[in-house]
């Protein structure tokens, strides 16, 4: 199964960028770059998602490398509902979703 | 209702119980997913359903078995569970295309699940 590492935990302070990294160096070329986020005791809530080119929303942007085995979650203006854990996920054309640990995100006022 | 919606919230159940979740979406799509959630491991997938039928089953053991009536509901009936077996259970839904990769998923807010 394809897999993504992603640090433990960061800490932002609030209303400043945060840029989330993800390393997948064994995607396919066909895989998809998702990014969720779950807060506490809630299900995982979409942010973006991607496959070769950088990705803007109004929730964030996804800077994906040349290479495609690593990319980067920015959000730009970090609030503290921000705070979350950040799953960073390679999605197949089956529409398998294959979640890593994830990366617990404090944002500091 | 809105979105991803599951029943029951919470649940205690006995190793020689019979129960189910049950998992409803709001939004007209056509694919439905169950994800298991243990404490400080990451999500993993159990079944997958598109257009109601099962396409996935990620080596699940038998004492899970899912159902899809209809591209709406789906169920995991559970029996003669472990303790191992509690965790938090997830269900998500999404719009499959058969070009343009997958798309974003919407999860329910989980059933949490205490088996003792």
């Known amino acids: 199964d394809a897999k993504t590492t992603q640090p433990n935990s960061m800490e932002s302070n609030e209303e400043e960028p945060v840029h989330l990294p993800c390393n997948h160096s064994?995607?396919?070329?066909?895989?998809?770059i998702h990014w969720y986020r779950q807060l506490p005791s809630q299900g995982p809530e979409y942010v973006i998602h991607?496959?070769?080119s950088n990705v803007n929303n109004r929730m964030a942007s996804l800077a994906i490398a040349e290479d495609r085995k690593s990319s980067t979650l920015i959000l730009h203006r970090a609030t503290l509902r921000d705070a979350a854990v950040y799953y960073c996920?390679?999605?197949?054309?089956?529409?398998?979703?294959?979640f890593g640990t994830g990366t617990s995100l404090t944002v500091i006022p | 209702e809105t979105g991803v919606t599951q029943t029951p919230r919470h649940l205690v159940m006995g190793m020689t119980n019979k129960k189910s979740l049950k998992c409803e979406q709001h939004?007209?799509?056509?694919?439905m997913y169950w994800y298991k959630q243990s404490a400080k491991k990451p999500l993993e997938l159990m079944f997958v359903?598109?257009?109601?039928?099962?396409?996935e089953n990620n080596s699940v053991p038998s004492r899970f078995s899912p159902e899809c009536p209809n591209s709406s509901h789906l169920f995991l009936h559970l029996h003669t569970l472990q303790p191992e077996d509690s965790a938090l259970y997830l269900c998500?839904?999404?719009?499959?295309?058969?070009?343009?990769?997958?798309?974003?998923?919407?999860f329910g807010p989980g059933t949490r699940l205490t088996v003792t």
């Open positions: 996920i390679l999605a197949n054309t089956g529409n398998q979703f294959y």
């Open positions: 939004l007209g799509h056509n694919a």
């Open positions: 998500a839904s999404s719009q499959f295309y058969t070009s343009g990769g997958p798309r974003e998923q919407y």
């Open positions: 991607g496959l070769t």
């Open positions: 064994t995607i396919s070329g066909t895989d998809y």
């Open positions: 359903y598109s257009l109601e039928e099962r396409v």
